[in-house]
């Protein structure tokens, strides 16, 4: 038996970069995992499908986020398929990059990062709680940037929401022995994260200011969260854990 065998897990933008590897893993934990996504079918597919290869249980979910009427069309698909059968974990992972520089956001893009990184994830939980077991897992993906001075300005600021609403959430919901965390990564190698090697060796200034002397990978995050959805976190709550390999700790000296 496996730490979550006989569980449900959602998981938001597990189409790919780390949402994917996180589905991978609570699926070889034992969890029937959702995989939600955007509008990538083929990516979405394609961890399905390593999930089954392994030999777990998954299925897609696509929903767009950050439009009227989202949250409706996830929950009409997760209700359906979890027929019944409460909802263990949820992993908000999905969310938009950047808006830019504070000089390139505009109010549209500012919205829209709000809309998608904020508002999906609070509407999400509203949503999932009264479907969610006593004793479930609330994971929310947050970002170092809330801890280290970044050009992406706005991106930083709805990761702070995010670890502001982790950790009131935690209070409402802990008599339910319902726990809730933010899981803050530093830069981590993704399908998306090309722009880090834009400049000649950004990736590589980037790895070097980790005290673990490289970048992340979504593997590492994942482990991170398959523990918090384990009974082993069971008495760690309203905490934001930075998963970065030590990114940024200090002069090196
Ligand atoms: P990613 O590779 O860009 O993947 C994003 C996922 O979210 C995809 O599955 C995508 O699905 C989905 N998604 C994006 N916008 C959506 C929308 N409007 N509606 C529905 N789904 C949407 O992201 P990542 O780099 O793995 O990052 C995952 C999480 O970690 C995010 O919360 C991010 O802020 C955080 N994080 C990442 C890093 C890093 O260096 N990678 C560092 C710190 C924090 P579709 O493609 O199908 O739309």
Redesign the pocket.
Known sequence: MTALTGKTALV??????????IALRLAVEGASVAV??????Q??GKTVGEIEEAGGRAFAL??????PG?VDVLFAGLTDRLAGRPLDVLV??????SAGSLAETTPETFDRLFA??VK?PFFIIQRALPMMADGGRVIN?????TRVALPELA?AMT?GAVNALSRSLAQEVGSRGITVNAV??????????DW?GATSDLEGRLGAANALDR??Q?AD?ASAIAFLASDDARWLTGEVLEVTGGWFLGPRI
């Open positions: 938001t933008g597990a189409s790919r970069g780390i949402g994917r590897a939600h996504y955007g509008s990538d079918d990516a979405a696509r929903a767009e986020l950050g439009v989202d908000n992972n999905a969310a938009l990059a998608v990184n999906a993906i947050s970002s170092a940037a991106y990761k803050a990564p530093g830069p981590t190698l993704t399908e998306s994260s880090m970048l992340g979504p995050i």
